[in-house]
T-cell receptor
Framework: DGGITQSPKYLFRKEGQNVTLSCEQN?????MYWYRQDPGQGLRLIYY???????QKGDIAEGYSVSREKKESFPLTVTSAQKNPTAFYLC?????????????FGSGTRLTVV | SQELEQSPQSLIVQEGKNLTINCTSS?????LYWYKQKYGEGLIFLMM???GGEEKSHEKITAKLDEKKQQSSLHITASQPSHAGIYLC?????????WGTGTASKLTFGTGTRLQVTL
């Protein structure tokens, strides 16, 4: 079955370290997104990518970086510049060629700074 | 940028009771999505509304988009413990999707409504 796979499910980071969260989809979707969710809050957009080798900053891009070398993959790196990285991270994708097409979400990665 | 406000922020209802969650947008809604989330998990798609006055139902959940396309409501009839979770509304911006250019829009979310269903 097609879907989005995020890994790992839980991730622990020491202060000053960079960590990379994986997001892979086999839905043949061209657009992919990264969201951050803090306790009791909704989702905030970090980065999104419309096509391979292209991506745009979302509302809270500072301290994060992404790459889109393959259509199936959209990894997110949380850098040491992100001062409060502890959060739940969700990846999503959609078929940007089709109007009013839904968004599919992964199961998320919970990042904790130790 | 578009802002979505959900109300109430949290809700506790007794099993079997009906409830309504509202989502109000600061701008016209081009596409309004309702998702459900269990704590620590991904989002499960419930429904999408696009046209003013549109109403969709799935099992005991009904969602409506008002005529002016700036407010949506989610109504659950005869709530069950399985309905517990966080309900999120999401809004699409205006789209210009052309083949090969991939000008996808951003999906913006409301703050969420936490629903608890007591026995």
């Amino acid at each position: 079955d097609g879907g989005i796979t995020q890994s790992p499910k839980y991730l622990f980071r020491k202060e000053g370290q960079n960590v990379t969260l994986s997001c892979e989809q086999n839905l043949n979707h061209d657009a992919m997104y990264w969201y951050r969710q803090d306790p009791g809050q909704g989702l905030r957009l970090i980065y999104y990518s419309q096509i391979v080798n292209d991506f745009q900053k979302g509302d809270i891009a500072e301290g994060y970086s992404v790459s889109r070398e393959k259509k199936e993959s959209f990894p997110l790196t949380v850098t040491s510049a992100q001062k409060n990285p502890t959060a739940f991270y969700l990846c999503a994708s959609t078929d940007a060629r089709r109007l009013n097409y839904g968004y599919t979400f992964g199961s998320g990665t919970r990042l904790t700074v130790v | 940028s578009q802002e979505l406000e959900q109300s109430p922020q949290s809700l506790i209802v007794q099993e079997g009771k009906n409830l309504t969650i509202n989502c109000t947008s600061s701008k016209t809604l081009y596409g309004l999505y309702w998702y459900k989330q269990k704590y620590g998990e991904g989002l499960i798609f419930l429904m999408m509304l696009q046209k003013g006055g549109e109403e969709k139902s799935h099992e005991k959940i009904t969602a409506k988009l008002d005529e002016k396309k700036q407010q949506s409501s989610l109504h659950i009839t005869a709530s069950q413990p399985s309905h517990a979770g966080i309900y999120l509304c999401g809004a699409d911006g205006p789209k210009n999707r052309a083949w090969g250019t991939g000008t996808a829009s951003k999906l913006t979310f409301g703050t969420g409504t936490r629903l608890q269903v007591t026995l």
